[in-house]
């Protein structure tokens, strides 16, 4: 291979990169509308949220082409081989970040119609947790640090926490008084939503973690958090 | 230096004397503000003179170098450096040559020589850096969410063709949107929070002055509820002031040192004789040599009276506040730990939004305001620390402020800028 050969490799690697960075942005830009249009009763910010998703969608076209082009004319082999996986992988997440935001930002055209509830606040602090989570896995991705990403996958039991204590305090409002179930749904699902975005964060640190170290962060998962795993209290229902 | 100054081409006139007026203003600019302002005044006509035009005035660097910097004379590069506002210079790729103090501390260290995509992931931003590549100056809002929400409006603007630089300036709108959205949400709490009291409070005044005229025993009683209920409206409202006080500060980073130790103590002799009613003990165990840390000394008394209060409110009686004071590897803490009931788990994600409330007959009992701890969630914040909490029920609870340590003081903390003179 010629200099000029790898040079262009290298490029190429970086360019996508650069593109995944790029998909993020938007991304955070989508998911952070989503959240003002909670938190603030923004109807303009819920249009803007559900308007960014063709965008997003494109991008991720567009890194799976250029991946696959990588992929096929270079055949990489190991840390560029990961990266190369790595792009796809994150795209893909991000689009479903994405997705759910989109969905978070129709819901809250529909809060908005509603009076106002104390509850969306608590909302909108979750989503901010979750905000900030998607902004450290992208800066972990972009400084190719583990550390960072692993301190993204550690976090993200705080966001199921408030999620299952959410939860309970809907489930509660609900059987106090059935009119309030249409409404109630909804925040359940925006929280639920969110709480799903927190997951794609710590999808994204998995794979940045495996693209700078080689291993794999889910067989090192402490047996003390099981957050994840804990069912929601079916009985409080019943 | 006559010499030198001969060398100079005769249009580089105004420039010596516009640098030296610079130079000197850099030097005095420390106390005053009008100082500070005629520097910035001469740094921006400096960067344009510098930047705009191609050639070499008192520098001369490699012509054919690949490095735009090189071009940058060390004074401009210093002017640039300690600008009191964001700064970016970006090539035609679109990748950071330089980035000043303030821009590094917006958006985190390490940004040279990366592209703005990957540090500034703001598709808003973005285009109009690209834009400007095309020679379409642009300003867009930007609006970084988290940790600490801060507004800006950036301008992207192309300043030299050959070779290509960008400039991204970054002007600061955090303080107007914050005042903006404090005022709203104070209102919006206020008006709901003090409803309830100003209700009880004018429905006995009504019963007092009908049914109740000549009832004396009844009197004593409303009258006592009233003087309860005020207290709250009078706590209320302090609380939501200095809620309010510590947000619209909350992306300033606090600039003073301060020990733990002294903080704790002095929150801890504040609440010695509330703590005294109740028969319980307050105890500090403070470790030796912890390092200080950089902090506003009256927020974080705050901070700690909050939780101390809390922790003789929720504990049990007769029971003991124990404060430890100590360090875990570059971080110092602060355990403010009760023996009262614990909190359920399901409680503990959520204690710092406001107007939360475990049990809210309780809380009102106690005198509770539901702003406690998002005061101290909000003081821990713009200290950039972080706040643990762990609860055992029918153990008690133990709240934990992790803080930064401050790094060992540097004797001058930053070199002097060059004399001017020697430049020349």
């Not at chain 2, 090189?70 to 950071?96: F, G």
Request: aromatic share 4%; glycine share 6%.
């Amino acid at each position: 291979m010629t200099e000029h050969t790898v040079k262009s490799f290298g490029e190429q690697l970086e360019a996508l990169s650069a593109l995944v960075a790029q998909m993020g942005g938007l991304a955070e830009a989508q998911f952070a509308a989503a959240i003002e249009a909670i938190a603030r009763r923004d109807s303009t910010a819920a249009e803007r949220a559900v308007g960014g998703d063709a965008r997003i969608d494109e991008i991720q076209q567009e890194i799976e082409e250029r991946a696959l082009k990588l992929l096929a004319l270079r055949q990489p082999m190991a840390v560029d081989l990961r990266e190369t996986l790595a792009a796809i992988k994150t795209a893909a997440e991000l689009e479903r970040i994405g997705d759910l935001a989109k969905n978070i930002a129709k819901r809250a055209m529909v809060l908005n119609r509603e009076p106002p509830i104390r509850l969306t606040q608590s909302l909108a602090r979750m989503g901010k947790a979750a905000q900030n989570q998607l902004k450290q896995v992208l800066d972990a991705f972009s400084n190719r640090n583990a550390e960072e990403a692993e301190a993204v996958w550690n976090r993200d039991g705080e966001i199921d926490e408030i999620y299952n204590s959410l939860f309970r305090e809907l489930l509660t409002y609900m059987m106090e008084d059935p009119r309030t179930i249409g409404l109630c749904t909804h925040l359940l699902f925006v929280a639920k939503n969110i709480e799903r975005s927190g997951d794609h964060c710590t999808n994204i640190a998995e794979v940045v973690y495996h693209m700078v170290r080689a291993g794999h962060l889910a067989n090192n998962r402490p047996k003390a958090d099981t957050t994840s795993e804990t069912a929601v209290p079916y009985e409080t229902h019943a | 230096m006559l010499e030198s100054l001969a060398r100079l081409r005769s249009h580089a006139w105004p420039l010596v004397i516009g640098m030296t007026a610079g130079g000197a203003a850099v030097v005095f600019a420390g106390p005053t503000l009008f100082w500070g302002l005629v520097a910035l005044g001469l740094a921006a006509v400096l960067i344009m003179q510098f930047v705009t035009f191609q050639e070499p005035i008192l520098w001369s660097p490699d012509q054919n170098s690949d490095e735009p910097l090189a071009l940058l004379p060390p004074l401009t590069r210093l002017l640039l450096e300690r600008l009191p506002m964001p700064v970016m210079l970006l090539d035609d790729d679109e990748m950071v040559l330089f980035a000043n103090q303030f821009m590094r501390e917006v958006l985190g260290p390490g940004l040279d020589r990366k592209r703005a995509s990957s540090v500034l992931r703001n598709p808003e931003v973005l285009a109009a850096i690209a834009g400007a590549g095309r020679g379409e100056s642009a300003d867009v809002p930007l609006t970084l969410p988290v940790p600490v929400e801060r507004h800006f409006q950036a301008y992207a603007t192309r300043i030299s063709v050959a070779p290509p630089v960008t400039v991204l300036l970054l002007h600061d709108l955090t303080m107007v949107r914050r005042s903006e959205q404090l005022r709203a949400d104070f209102i919006a709490n206020a008006s709901h929070e003090l409803r309830t009291p100003l209700a009880a409070v004018s429905g006995f005044i009504e019963t007092l002055r009908g049914p109740a005229k000549d009832d004396t025993e009844a009197r004593e009683q409303f009258l006592e509820i009233m003087t309860n209920e005020t207290a709250r409206m009078r706590r209320l409202i302090n609380d939501l002031l200095s809620l309010s006080r510590i947000e619209m500060n909350e992306h300033v980073k606090p600039q003073g040192r301060v020990g733990l130790e002294s903080v704790v103590r002095q929150a801890a002799a504040a609440l010695k004789l509330l703590a005294a009613q109740d028969g319980i003990a307050v105890v500090v165990d403070a470790a030796a040599d912890v390092p200080e840390v950089n902090g506003d000394q009256d927020e974080l008394v705050q901070l700690f009276q909050n939780l101390i209060h809390n922790a003789i409110k929720y504990g049990r009686e007769n029971g003991t506040v124990r404060i430890m004071v100590g360090r875990s590897d570059g971080q110092v803490f602060a355990a403010v730990r009760d023996d009262g009931e614990g909190i359920a788990p399901s409680a503990i994600p959520r204690l710092t939004e406001r107007f939360y409330r475990v049990d809210v007959k309780r809380s009102r009992e106690r005198g509770g305001t539901g702003l406690g701890l998002a005061i101290v969630k909000h003081i821990v914040s713009r200290h950039q620390g972080r706040l643990s909490i762990e609860s055992q029920v029918g153990e008690g609870s133990t709240f934990t402020v992790f803080l930064p340590a401050a790094p060992a003081e540097i004797p001058a903390k930053a070199p002097a800028p060059e004399p001017v003179t020697e430049m020349l």
